[in-house]
């Protein structure tokens, strides 16, 4: 990994490699960096980060509106059923595509029947900048549910972006501290959408609002929001 | 278009459930109040409320103009509520035409103010018959969280306290109005300062109640409810428009409630009148 | 001639900024400058009724509502001057059938509002994460009765005025012009000029108005890489 700055849209990226490289190799550009012209320039604001060796580029800023992506896990709620699937709301421009099928061990006599207003753990299979985004709930190579499909029970809720990520690494310190006291069920959605599921209500309020209180904590600071929540039980 | 999305099945279920055992989805008590903030501008008459997210700003401006032939002796005071899709997604209109909820905002403040006849009008007549001031009450919803109403009342209260205006000496059939580096402009003549305390009810009977309601709690309440008191502990306004029926001993219930909430919020505004 | 608050001729008022400061939006930003004072709050990208939308970048809207009064004609030109400027600076490309809309939300106005609406949009755009060719950082300029050319004026001296301009400029143009690149040649993104004015003037106002806009940049710079810095500072064990 290389150096990591904090950079402006407009600002531009000295892409020149270290090494002596053909002067055409190709640079992947990620989000946050695209080309203008001539230039490499950053588009959004964040921090830089970059990778000699893949010849990557990519800025790291947190958001609120989700930008659908292939792969990703996100929480969604159906919103309507037509002929082929649902509509399912999952925060982005477009509402995403949930076809009938698009569960494990699902055949045209055996399919679940989603009520609106159900939600939805979920993988994004199809993105892109032209068509509206199509959502799966098992994993179609595998066949397997994996964990996808509906979420009964619990609570949901919303979160940036920035704090989704953190929190499906499966490090992330308020979840840990959290569960070192209280079980409980956790689905990440990458589109800002967390939910939760305990034995009571009481308990399930205090773990999203520890969650949502993590936002601007580093590891130590969650660590001690969540003992003295603990201890105040 | 932006659009607001409705609550999911999990979300109003959830509530309901903690509800019954008297616990709020924010963590508060179900008679708590979000945490108020007011904050007065050096501006005369520029105030900004938050009320948790939900964020309200109100501005009172005054200009010298005719009153009406009816009532020569009287001032004016206009109103008028910006509920846009800067508050919340899906409230513009494509035709321009003001949307429902800042209708009602609009009109709820209206009558709050204006009908409790919460400020003196005879005292903003400056020549019977020919000069008079229109005051000018304007609100700018920036964040809508839950509860307009009460965030704007407390606004527009302290905004009208707030205001100065510029002062006026007569002398015989002539009106000299002083301009405010001259002369220390004064404040509105205000009988009385009532303030909105809302409710909100679920259930399949209305029989679960809380104050304040946030967003979600809004969006999945049967009925609402909402009482405005002022400090001298008199009933300014009642309002209940459709929902659920509400037996009468639950208002009665609410009322008491309202009653220390209000003396709470004057509290909080008068602190923040001072500094 | 002293000016009514005692500043030099070619200094801006004391700025002022909050970034995410709204709940509903993806992105806000609160600017000001002295007492003026604007709300821009951004969603985006969103969903676009189908016969507004454009099937090879997404659309911009722009809301803006004055300070106090009902919104007029005046401030139909405030938002037509909003929406040509990040028509071009908003990479609308990358988000094709899509609605970025920008509302703005004057809070105080003590002149210069138009430029404090643009800057508030760039911050308000950049809080959002929408992609951005380049930042863009306004300021106005009064030319007096006594012929001083003044920078952010005030609603005061705005009034007095023989002309008043309003110029916008791309972050990466004020660079190149401050590192010593031929003034004259860097365009800006936005210019509005009204009153009797010479092209003299207009020159004069150019130059102000351009370094205000390096100062207004800087700022803008440091108040989002605080918030970054800050966010960045959150490690992840």
Same mark, same amino acid.
């Given at each position: 990994?290389?150096?990591?700055?904090?950079?402006?849209?407009?600002d531009?990226?000295?892409?020149?490699?270290?090494?002596?490289?053909?002067?055409?190799?190709?640079?992947?550009?990620?989000?946050?960096?695209?080309q203008?012209?001539?230039?490499?320039?950053?588009?959004?604001?964040?921090?830089?980060?970059?990778?000699?060796?893949?010849?990557?580029?990519?800025?790291?800023?947190?958001?609120?509106?989700?930008?659908?992506?292939?792969?990703?896990?996100?929480?969604?709620?159906?919103?309507?059923?037509?002929?082929?699937?649902?509509?399912?709301?999952?925060?982005?421009?477009?509402?995403?595509?949930?076809?009938?099928?698009?569960?494990?061990?699902?055949?045209?006599?055996?399919?679940?029947?989603?009520a609106?207003?159900?939600?939805?753990?979920?993988?994004?299979?199809?993105?892109?900048?032209?068509?509206?985004?199509?959502?799966?709930?098992?994993?179609?190579?595998?066949?397997?549910?994996?964990?996808?499909?509906?979420?009964?029970?619990?609570?949901?809720?919303?979160?940036?972006?920035?704090?989704?990520?953190?929190?499906?690494?499966?490090?992330?310190?308020?979840?840990?501290?959290?569960?070192?006291?209280?079980?409980?069920?956790?689905?990440?959605?990458?589109?800002?959408?967390?939910?939760?599921?305990?034995?009571?209500?009481?308990?399930?309020?205090?773990?999203?609002?520890?969650?949502?209180?993590?936002?601007?904590?580093?590891?130590?600071?969650?660590?001690?929001?969540?003992?003295?929540?603990?201890?105040?039980? | 278009?932006?659009?607001?999305?409705?609550?999911?099945?999990?979300?109003?279920?959830?509530?309901?459930?903690?509800?019954?055992?008297?616990?709020?989805?924010?963590?508060?008590?179900?008679?708590?109040?979000?945490?108020?903030?007011i904050?007065?501008?050096?501006?005369?008459g520029?105030?900004?409320?938050?009320?948790?997210?939900?964020?309200?700003?109100?501005?009172?401006?005054?200009?010298? !103009?005719?009153?009406?032939?009816?009532?020569?002796?009287?001032?004016?005071?206009?109103?008028?509520?910006?509920?846009s899709?800067?508050?919340?997604?899906?409230?513009?209109?494509?035709?321009?035409?003001?949307?429902?909820?800042?209708?009602?905002?609009?009109?709820?403040?209206?009558?709050?103010?204006?009908?409790?006849?919460?400020?003196?009008?005879?005292?903003?007549?400056i020549?019977?018959?020919?000069?008079?001031?229109?005051?000018?009450?304007?609100?700018?919803?920036?964040?809508?969280?839950?509860?307009?109403?009460?965030?704007?009342?407390?606004?527009?209260?302290?905004?009208?306290?707030?205001?100065?205006?510029?002062?006026?000496?007569?002398?015989?059939?002539?009106?000299?109005?002083?301009?405010?580096?001259?002369?220390?402009?004064?404040?509105?003549?205000?009988?009385?300062?009532?303030?909105?305390?809302?409710f909100?009810?679920?259930?399949?009977?209305?029989?679960?109640?809380?104050?304040?309601?946030?967003?979600?709690?809004?969006?999945?309440?049967?009925?609402?409810?909402?009482?405005?008191?002022?400090s001298h502990?008199?009933?300014?306004?009642?309002?209940?428009?459709?929902?659920?029926?509400?037996?009468?001993?639950?208002?009665?219930?609410?009322?008491?409630?309202a009653?220390?909430?209000?003396?709470?919020?004057?509290?909080?505004?008068?602190?923040?009148?001072?500094? | 001639?002293?000016?009514?608050?005692?500043?030099?001729?070619?200094?801006?008022?004391?700025?002022?900024?909050?970034?995410?400061?709204?709940?509903?939006?993806?992105?806000?930003?609160?600017?000001?400058?002295?007492?003026?004072?604007?709300?821009?709050?951004?969603?985006?990208?969103?969903?676009?009724?189908?016969?507004?939308?454009?099937?090879?970048?997404?659309?911009?809207?722009?809301?803006?509502?004055?300070?106090?009064?009902?919104?007029? !004609?005046?401030?139909?030109?405030?938002?037509?001057?909003?929406?040509?400027?990040?028509?071009?600076?908003?990479?609308?490309?990358?988000?094709?059938?899509?609605?970025?809309?920008?509302?703005?939300?004057?809070?105080?106005?003590d002149?210069?509002?138009?430029?404090?609406?643009?800057n508030?949009?760039?911050?308000?755009?950049?809080?959002?994460?929408?992609?951005?060719?380049?930042?863009?950082?306004?300021?106005?300029?009064?030319v007096?009765?006594?012929?001083?050319?003044?920078?952010d004026p005030?609603?005061?001296?705005?009034?007095?005025?023989?002309?008043?301009?309003?110029?916008?400029?791309?972050?990466?143009?004020?660079?190149?012009?401050?590192?010593?690149?031929?003034?004259?040649?860097?365009?800006?993104v936005?210019?509005?000029?009204?009153?009797?004015f010479?092209?003299?003037?207009?020159?004069?106002?150019y130059?102000?108005?351009?370094?205000?806009?390096?100062?207004?940049?800087?700022?803008?710079?440091?108040?989002?890489?605080?918030?970054?810095?800050?966010?960045?500072q959150?490690?992840?064990?």
């Amino acid at each position: 990994m290389a150096e990591t700055k904090v950079v402006l849209p407009g600002d531009i990226i000295d892409t020149s490699l270290d090494s002596d490289e053909e002067e055409s190799s190709v640079l992947r550009l990620g989000p946050g960096v695209a080309q203008i012209d001539e230039q490499v320039s950053a588009v959004a604001a964040g921090v830089l980060h970059s990778d000699n060796e893949k010849k990557q580029w990519w800025v790291v800023s947190n958001k609120r509106r989700y930008v659908p992506a292939e792969g990703e896990p996100v929480v969604g709620v159906v919103v309507a059923r037509h002929g082929e699937g649902y509509r399912v709301d999952i925060g982005s421009a477009q509402g995403a595509l949930l076809p009938l099928l698009a569960f494990e061990g699902a055949t045209k006599r055996n399919k679940p029947n989603l009520a609106v207003g159900t939600v939805v753990y979920a993988r994004v299979a199809v993105a892109n900048s032209v068509m509206d985004p199509e959502i799966e709930c098992y994993n179609s190579h595998t066949g397997k549910s994996e964990g996808y499909g509906e979420l009964a029970g619990g609570f949901m809720f919303k979160c940036s972006l920035g704090l989704a990520r953190r929190l499906i690494d499966s490090k992330a310190p308020v979840l840990n501290a959290l569960g070192s006291g209280i079980p409980f069920e956790v689905a990440v959605g990458l589109n800002g959408r967390v939910w939760i599921n305990t034995e009571a209500p009481a308990t399930t309020v205090l773990i999203a609002n520890a969650i949502k209180n993590s936002e601007f904590l580093d590891a130590k600071q969650c660590r001690q929001m969540v003992k003295e929540l603990l201890e105040k039980q | 278009m932006v659009v607001e999305i409705e609550p999911s099945n999990i979300e109003r279920e959830f509530l309901l459930e903690a509800l019954e055992k008297g616990i709020r989805v924010d963590g508060r008590g179900i008679y708590d109040y979000r945490t108020l903030k007011i904050t007065c501008s050096p501006t005369y008459g520029l105030v900004e409320v938050q009320l948790g997210q939900t964020r309200v700003l109100a501005r009172v401006t005054c200009e010298v !103009t005719r009153p009406f032939p009816d009532r020569p002796t009287e001032g004016l005071v206009q109103f008028n509520a910006d509920l846009s899709n800067l508050a919340a997604p899906g409230l513009d209109s494509s035709s321009g035409k003001p949307s429902v909820q800042e209708v009602a905002v609009s009109r709820m403040i209206e009558r709050v103010i204006r009908q409790s006849r919460a400020i003196d009008t005879e005292a903003l007549c400056i020549l019977a018959g020919e000069k008079v001031w229109s005051v000018r009450l304007d609100l700018h919803f920036l964040d809508h969280s839950g509860n307009l109403i009460d965030a704007a009342s407390i606004a527009s209260i302290a905004a009208l306290r707030h205001f100065r205006r510029p002062d006026v000496t007569i002398d015989g059939e002539e009106a000299i109005i002083h301009d405010v580096n001259e002369r220390n402009p004064v404040p509105l003549s205000i009988h009385h300062t009532p303030i909105c305390v809302t409710f909100g009810f679920f259930g399949s009977n209305g029989d679960l109640m809380l104050v304040d309601p946030n967003l979600l709690e809004e969006q999945v309440q049967v009925s609402s409810f909402t009482i405005t008191l002022n400090s001298h502990r008199e009933i300014c306004a009642l309002s209940k428009a459709g929902g659920v029926p509400l037996a009468p001993s639950l208002i009665q219930r609410c009322t008491q409630i309202a009653l220390t909430k209000v003396d709470d919020i004057n509290d909080k505004i008068q602190e923040a009148l001072m500094a | 001639m002293p000016r009514p608050d005692r500043r030099e001729n070619d200094q801006i008022r004391a700025l002022h900024s909050i970034l995410g400061l709204l709940n509903r939006v993806d992105g806000s930003a609160q600017f000001s400058a002295g007492s003026t004072s604007v709300y821009c709050g951004v969603y985006g990208p969103v969903d676009v009724k189908v016969y507004d939308e454009k099937l090879d970048r997404a659309v911009i809207e722009v809301k803006f509502r004055p300070a106090a009064g009902v919104s007029g !004609t005046k401030d139909r030109w405030v938002e037509s001057a909003v929406r040509g400027t990040f028509e071009r600076e908003i990479l609308a490309q990358m988000h094709p059938r899509t609605l970025i809309q920008i509302n703005i939300q004057a809070r105080e106005d003590d002149g210069s509002a138009d430029a404090a609406a643009i800057n508030a949009t760039t911050m308000a755009l950049v809080d959002a994460g929408v992609p951005l060719r380049d930042m863009v950082a306004a300021a106005s300029c009064a030319v007096l009765a006594d012929g001083a050319a003044v920078v952010d004026p005030t609603l005061e001296e705005a009034a007095a005025a023989q002309s008043v301009h309003t110029f916008a400029f791309a972050g990466s143009d004020i660079g190149r012009a401050g590192s010593g690149g031929a003034s004259g040649s860097t365009s800006p993104v936005y210019v509005d000029s009204r009153g009797d004015f010479s092209v003299a003037d207009y020159d004069r106002c150019y130059d102000l108005c351009l370094r205000s806009a390096q100062r207004v940049l800087a700022f803008m710079r440091t108040a989002i890489e605080g918030k970054i810095a800050k966010e960045s500072q959150i490690s992840v064990v």
